[in-house]
């Protein structure tokens, strides 16, 4: 553990490969995308409100599926500067900032399921 604290492991760029282990976790957290990706894509077939945002959660799914097969790439293929670990610090930050927007957006929908219901009170009356 106190290796994960030290410059050396993060910042080396030749780094070596990962343990079974983690190439395990990080196969499962892949699999784990692609198995959401896929039920996101069914779920928004549906339609109603929530398509935007199950549109915008099925591209996050899919582009870091696509993004953490590139990194596991370079990490099993030993390529110097790409299997740094940073990369996978940097990716795992940009996929938190990521579903904050998701999440930002995804708290707006009462917001506008509300207002069509009062457009459609005020629809109800005119001719």
């Known amino acids: 553990m106190t290796n994960l604290l030290t410059w050396d492991f993060w ?3 030749n780094p070596g490969p990962l343990t079974v282990l983690n190439q395990k976790i990080f196969i499962g957290l892949l ?3 692609v198995a959401l990706a896929i ?3 069914i779920i928004k077939r549906s339609g109603g409100i929530y398509r935007g945002f199950l549109n915008r959660l099925y591209g996050f ?3 870091n599926t696509v993004i953490g097969l590139v990194l596991f790439f370079f990490n099993y ?3 110097p500067f790409f299997s740094a670990r940073f990369w996978l610090a940097l990716w795992l930050g940009v996929m ?3 579903l904050f927007f998701i999440i930002k957006k995804l708290r707006l ?3 506008q399921k509300k207002e069509q219901e009062q457009v ?3 629809k109800k009356y005119l001719p």
């Open 120 to 122: 459609k009170e005020m």
């Open 31 to 33: 699999i784990a995308f």
């Open 109 to 111: 929908i009462p917001l």
């Open 96 to 98: 938190i900032i990521w």
């Open 61 to 63: 799914y899919l582009a």
């Open 77 to 79: 293929e030993l390529v």
């Open 11 to 13: 910042f080396n760029l």
């Open 39 to 41: 039920f996101v894509l």
